[in-house]
């Protein structure tokens, strides 16, 4: 299983670290991808840690993804504004096909844990 957790209410400039933390197995064989879903929008990809990391245009420079070597993997979102609002998942392939699956498409990964909601507001 998978769980999201770290949202909350935020001031715009603001930061929080979510957090996706893996129960029942290690990461090591896995890659991660965070993704986020506003209201009336698609589910978008934020970045990914697996065979490389990658981010959106819409968050580099302001978003950092790492993992704790263990089970858990942050994604660090500084400087925030308020179109960062929107439920954040995890979700998780094996490395192994990593390399040769697009890494922002909901469509290419197969477990996702439930979401955690980020709200950029004054």
């Known amino acids: 299983q998978l769980q999201a957790s770290g949202g909350g209410l935020v001031q715009p400039g603001g930061s929080l670290r979510l957090s996706c933390t893996a129960s029942g197995f290690t990461l090591d064989y896995y890659a991660i991808g965070w993704f986020r879903q506003a209201p009336g929008k698609e589910r978008e990809g934020v970045s990914r840690?697996?065979?490389?990391t990658a981010y959106a245009d819409s968050v580099k420079g302001r978003f950092t993804i790492s993992n704790n070597g263990k089970n858990t993997v942050y994604l660090q979102m500084n400087s925030l504004k308020p179109e960062d609002t929107a439920v954040y998942y995890c979700a998780t392939r094996p490395l192994y096909s990593d390399y040769y699956r697009t890494w922002d498409s909901p469509h290419e990964y197969d477990y996702w844990g439930q979401g955690t909601l980020v709200t950029v507001s004054s």
């Open positions: 840690i697996g065979s490389t």
